[in-house]
């Protein structure tokens, strides 16, 4: 038996207009707006997972690395600071580290400088380049690093370190400072030209103050682009220098105990750190 339509009059429009109602509309978008936020909440926790559960696994009782741990106690802790291969390894890693931010921030700082204020040819070409070694696996970088270094007799050593790292560096510094250069008005640094300072004064009293709060936080990339690196340091330390990288894969490999964690949960607490004081210097910049 067929139904006729011109018999129910307004009730296919009355069904429409349920849906199309404001409050079914809001229901919709709440919804859509919860599972969506639902979604990045379960991959964000899945990424820092492992993160996470380093923390409890550096506290645990045994010898071995277990989740969830058996007991809690800082020994491993105690035994990473006490221990003189470990601490030797840490502080080669900072000087290294501390050098490289100076050096990364000065060199990116004058590349970006070139970049955004510069009439170079091929500026696009020069800038892929400048951030070619983001780009390229680290692991090839380190091969070709050993093959360069190693006849200089430069694996181990400081100075070869200082390299490296700063290779690594710089692309962090270039691509946060440029975007700082971008948003300050060319014309003030013209202004403060045309009312007789040079380049280098109009650079250090009108460019840098508005830049700061981008240098620092290129500083710390550069600090933790060197600091937490271990795949190019595999391939260019040697028992004359190890970084805090190559001594965790030694160990990892040999003498897998929660002293790892331990050593991780540093690094992890060092970057946490780092970032929120970038994070408070941004937030207490002036706005003009």
Known sequence: MSIDHAHMPGRIPAAMDIFASPTIRGYSRAAGIIAFGAGIGSILFFLLLPTLIVLPMSLSETDHIEFPPQGLTLKWYSAYFNDPDWMAATWFSLKIALATTATATVVGIMAALAIVRGCLPFRSTLQALALGPMIVPHIILGVALYLAFSPLQLTGSFFGFLIAHTVLAIPYVIITVTASLQRVDPTLELAALNCGANRLQAFFLVVLPNIVPGVAA??????????????????????GGKSIGRKMFEDIDFNLTPVIAAVSTVLVATSLLLMGTVHLLNARKPRS
Do not use: K, M, P, R
């Open 218 to 239: 290129a500083a710390v990339f550069a600090f933790l682009a060197s600091f937490d690196e271990a795949t190019v340091a595999f391939f260019i330390s040697d028992i």
